[in-house]
């Protein structure tokens, strides 16, 4: 189960951390993703973290401008986000893969087997 947490409404250039946190997984053995959607879009992926951290990989939009990490004796993946902009706007999801993933598959939704419920950011310009 996944619990995914720290949205709001923020204004354009302010931060925002999201978290994810894990349970009733063997969470050091997941690799996890950021996903968000808008009403009518696809569901797109922000970013994913492998399991040991040694792979991060983001989607263009946030290079630069999001990080993800995490804390696996916290079983808890992060997600910061700086110079948020009006088109971050979306609700974000945390999702789990049992396994690696890489450059160019790590953003397929299809992949990931568990997710979370989402948290609303919303940033106004």
């Known amino acids: 189960q996944l619990q995914a947490s720290g949205g709001g409404l923020v204004r354009a250039g302010e931060s925002l951390t999201l978290s994810c946190a894990a349970s009733?997984?063997?969470?050091?053995?997941?690799?996890i993703g950021w996903f968000r959607q808008v009403p009518g879009k696809e569901r797109e992926g922000v970013s994913y973290i492998s399991r040991r951290a040694d792979s991060t990989f983001y989607a263009d939009s946030v290079k630069g401008r999001f990080t993800i990490s995490r804390d696996n004796a916290k079983r808890t993946v992060y997600l910061e986000m700086n110079s948020l902009k009006p088109e971050d706007t979306a609700v974000y999801f945390c999702?789990?893969?049992?396994?690696?993933?890489?450059?160019?598959?790590?953003?397929?939704?299809?992949?990931?087997?568990?997710w979370g419920q989402g948290t609303q950011v919303t940033v106004s310009s």
């Open positions: 009733n997984l063997t969470f050091v053995d997941y690799t």
């Open positions: 999702a789990a893969y049992l396994g690696y993933l890489n450059g160019r598959n790590w953003h397929r939704r299809l992949n990931y087997g568990y």
